[in-house]
């Protein structure tokens, strides 16, 4: 193409292409909603297109297919509409908005398991080390004159923040290290390797709590500076919108690079897919389980710092099955555990989907025991689809 013609705003050969055409509109956003809007409008006429020009048979095989892969979703928007009928605030606008804040909250573990399964693993200590970096955050950040305080000699200062943030990120990064380490060199299994790890974490909170004057008891009386910064925030239309949102977002953001546009993400599936065949392909599979693992460890820190404030009495029951809503949430929203699979806005999606059942159920008056039932129940549903899946590839 000459400069004449670019001028002149002429497409060339590869911007006549679908990923030409997006490269010329993607520096406006308008322009690139639209044309993604276009394309996925287009999908869906292709694919109903061949639907209808399947047999019958062929169609009620697709048919029932279809709903057995998104049965789960299927089960929780009828659950969705049963609440709604059942008490009109379920959907109300503080309710909605109140879902979000919660998913925001569980977001980040989820994220960070979601790597570990996306390498076939699962991380049963997340929730233990939640806890644990949580006891830490607000033992460093309780206020000045607070009864029974934890560290009475330790003076509180805006500083402290930032530190205790770091000192959460570092214990939970090298126990999420600690456990890569574990999996890659000995060839343990996630699932035994975590669970001794949480036995581990739960003695060490138990005995971090016992510590200086706090007697085992609940960590509270934090600094207002250190709430105000996690739980204040602004109101559109009466309702609060937290400032852990904002960092929420940014750090969800900073996955979906790692995860898509980046050499460990790349190498995350890779190992996920075919371990054997990404050594082949150059891939230091160990070098890459432990880094997941650590990120993993990293995002519970963060989790950790936001859940101290939110909370704002910690104890040795701060984050316990933490791990099950996020191991839940990452099935629910297609995260394999046959490995390679999964994608940021499915965790999302899992995460907001379970937390729109936690407040049914709520709604609908069931006792936690139930809950837990039902959690579990999810866990088992979205993994048997999972597997009907893998199987139907194969």
């Known amino acids: 193409m000459t400069d004449e013609e670019k001028k002149n705003g002429d497409l060339s050969t590869e911007a006549a292409t679908p990923d030409g055409a997006a490269a010329q ?20 006429k292709k694919k109903w297109n061949d639907f209808k020009a399947l047999d019958k ?35 109300s606008l503080g309710s909605i908005v ?47 004159g607070v009864m029974n305080k934890m560290f009475p000699g330790l003076s509180f200062g805006i500083w402290l923040i930032p530190i205790a943030l770091l000192i959460s990120m570092a214990v939970g990064g090298t ?8 999996v890659s060199k000995f060839k343990l299994h996630p699932f035994i390797v975590t669970l001794g790890t949480q036995l581990i974490l739960y003695g060490a ?22 709430t105000k910064l996690v739980t ?36 995350m599936f890779a190992v996920g897919t075919n371990p054997e065949a990404a ?14 693992f650590a990120m993993a460890g990293l995002l519970y820190g963060v989790s950790a710092f936001i859940e101290s404030a939110r909370v704002a009495s910690n104890s040795t029951a701060t984050g316990v099955n933490y791990e099950l809503d996020a191991i839940a949430a990452c099935v629910i929203g297609g995260v394999s555990f046959m490995g390679g699979i999964g994608k940021i806005r499915g965790v999302i999606l899992g995460v907001v989907l379970l937390q729109l059942v936690n407040a049914g159920l709520v709604f609908l008056n069931f006792e936690p025991a139930i809950m837990t039932v039902v959690k579990g129940a999810i866990i088992l549903i979205a993994c048997a689809i999972d597997m009907r899946k893998y199987i139907a590839k194969k």
Do not use: H
Not at 175 to 182: E, H, P
Not at 214 to 222: E, K, T
Not at 240 to 260: D, E, G, K, R
Not at 279 to 291: D, Y
């Open 25 to 44: 509109v993607r520096r406006n956003p308008v322009q690139w909603l639209g044309y993604k809007w276009n394309r996925f409008i287009e999908n869906r």
């Open 279 to 292: 050594t082949v392909s150059g891939v230091n599979v160990a070098r890459t389980i432990i880094l997941v």
């Open 232 to 267: 204040g925030g602004f109101k559109i239309a009466g309702v609060q919108f937290p400032n852990y949102l904002w960092i929420v977002l940014a750090i969800t953001v900073l996955m979906w690079i790692v995860w898509n546009k980046t050499s460990l993400g790349k190498n």
């Open 98 to 144: 109140n879902i979000f804040m919660q998913s925001a909250s569980r977001l980040l573990m989820a994220l960070g398991v979601a790597g570990i399964i996306v390498l076939t693993g699962t991380d049963l200590s997340a929730g233990r080390c939640l806890g644990l970096c949580a006891c830490i955050c607000a033992s460093l950040l309780q206020s000045n």
């Open 57 to 91: 048979k062929t169609k009620r095989r697709k048919v029932a297919d279809w709903l057995l892969n998104n049965a789960l979703y299927i089960l929780i928007f009828l659950f969705v509409i049963v609440v709604f009928a059942y008490n009109q605030n379920f959907l």
């Open 205 to 226: 909170v138990m005995w971090y709590v016992s510590l200086g004057q706090n007697n085992s008891a609940p960590i509270a009386g934090l600094a207002p500076e250190y």
């Open 175 to 182: 126990v999420g290290a600690f456990n890569g380490f574990m």
